[in-house]
């Protein structure tokens, strides 16, 4: 069986749903995953954030225009009078229950629940129209299965369980569809897997059912070799480790989310990346092996800022690292790239909102220098170091550029650089031209 999510944009109108509808039905058993329609996560947020301030009135108008969108695309979705009048009633009973949120104080388990309304939506209409077009599908709740534990890590022993007993309630059926993104939690109570978290339910999901492949259907053909925004000509990579796929999400590759990876490299289930607009591309195969020596792409990551300790307690110390590390970690700040001298170490971190903190904190152990607006740089591919000539090639291709800091052999699969973000553009075309062209 394999497992299919379709993102925002893919169910975003009635004709994008029904060539969903199309791709899908091919007499092939499986699970659809599928994203609330696009923008409508983000209408629910802004619904929520109007109840937090106790704005009622600039909730409902913000609720009642999504309502309307919604009566808009199911004129266009449906055919048959009663189908299309199932699918008002729907419509209608989701947005009562959403309205209903406004009397009375809003809390965050609300939010949970109101956020959860955009993928409970898609789903139900969506599995109206295979009805009405008769396809044999069924609609798996994804709120009886997904579950996060108390470290909102997913439960992966409790939805391999209970996704296996939903599925024998309703044997036998061609097509089974489910939400994305929402799950419950530890206490039971309506939870999700964070924004963007479809890709990762299909992952789970993927996992949970040890699935033949799993398949995120975006907009784009594939992982490009580097970033189509700043450069001409890219190309979608064909095939990826599970460790380059991984590099390439966090460090800016959009088009799956960073935590996506991980059920599907422990369960070695192969992902793939394909096209809704253009479905015959061959898109992107994320497996567990890459091809071997070869750089496949390039990505970049914006706003990061880089800080630097100098110390000559450094010289010849231990600990020094330790303690270092022990003040970002009382800031809840992650490090991304460190390198390190005998008398220095230089760290970047993508969430500055603690900075002033840490680097009054840092002054104790040294001198600290700060460089905003800068960029991470990510080579990725397979390079280990005995492959020789690799990593000067890509050194080579900076040549122009100037370098803050550089990144190797913290893995196999990376090689990052630290550059101003004016440089970027001029960065990443120079890597394409000298390791793609
Ligand atoms: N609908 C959710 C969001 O917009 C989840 C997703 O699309 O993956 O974040
Ligand atoms: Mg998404």
């Known amino acids: 069986m394999k497992v299919l999510k379709f993102g925002g944009t893919s169910v975003g109108s009635a004709a994008r749903m ?188 993927g996992a949970a059912v040890v699935a033949d492949e799993i398949q995120i259907w975006t907009d784009i053909d594939g992982m490009h070799n580097n970033d189509p925004r700043f450069v001409e000509g890219t190309k979608p990579v064909p095939v990826l480790h599970f460790e380059e796929a991984a590099e390439l999400a966090y460090f800016g590759a959009k088009i799956l989310h960073p935590t996506c990876i991980l059920p599907a490299k422990l369960a070695n289930i192969s992902v793939r990346l394909l096209n809704t607009m253009e479905p015959s591309a061959p898109g992107t195969l994320i497996t567990t092996k890459g091809k071997n020596g070869k750089i496949e792409a390039v990505a970049a990551k914006d706003g990061i800022t880089a800080i630097k300790i100098k110390s000559g307690r450094m010289l010849l110390a231990h600990g020094f690292l330790r303690k270092v590390f022990e003040i970002f970690e009382s800031y809840q700040t992650p490090i991304d790239m460190i390198t390190t001298s005998e008398v220095g170490v230089s760290v970047s971190i993508d969430n500055a909102k603690r900075l002033d903190e840490i680097v009054n904190d840092l002054k104790k152990f040294g001198t600290v220098l700060v460089d905003k607006d800068m960029v991470i740089v990510c080579v990725v591919g397979d390079m280990p170091y005995e492959n020789v000539g690799l990593q000067a090639q890509v050194v080579n291709a900076l040549s122009e550029i100037p370098v803050r800091m550089i990144s190797y052999g913290g893995s196999n699969y990376n090689i990052s650089f630290l550059i101003k973000s004016e440089d970027k553009k001029r960065a990443l075309n120079a890597l394409s031209q000298a390791l793609f062209n």
Do not use: W
Not at 54 to 78: F, S
Not at 141 to 168: C, G
Not at 174 to 187: A, E, H, V
């Open 18 to 205: 029904k060539e969903v509808a199309k791709l899908i039905c091919d007499g092939e058993q499986k699970i659809v995953v599928l994203s609330a329609m696009s923008g409508t996560t983000n209408s629910l947020v802004e619904f929520s954030d109007y109840l937090y301030k106790n704005n009622i009135t600039g909730g409902i108008e913000r609720i009642n225009v999504l309502e309307q969108k919604y009566y808009d695309v199911i004129e266009e979705l449906y055919t048959i009078p009663a189908y299309n009048f199932e699918a008002k009633t729907i419509i209608k009973s989701h947005f009562d229950y959403l309205r209903s949120f406004s009397k009375a104080v809003f809390t965050l388990f609300d939010e949970k629940a109101v956020l959860a309304e955009g993928e409970l939506l898609s789903t139900a209409l969506f599995h109206l129209y295979l009805q009405e077009i008769g396809e044999d599908s069924a609609l798996l709740p994804a709120l009886e299965f997904m579950r996060i534990d108390k470290n909102s890590e997913p439960d992966t022993n409790y939805i391999a369980e209970n996704i296996a007993k939903q599925l024998a309630l309703i044997p036998d059926k061609k097509i089974y569809i489910t939400q994305g993104f929402i799950s419950r939690n530890f206490y039971g109570e309506i939870d999700n897997l964070q924004r963007g978290g479809s890709d990762y339910t299909a992952s789970l999901i």
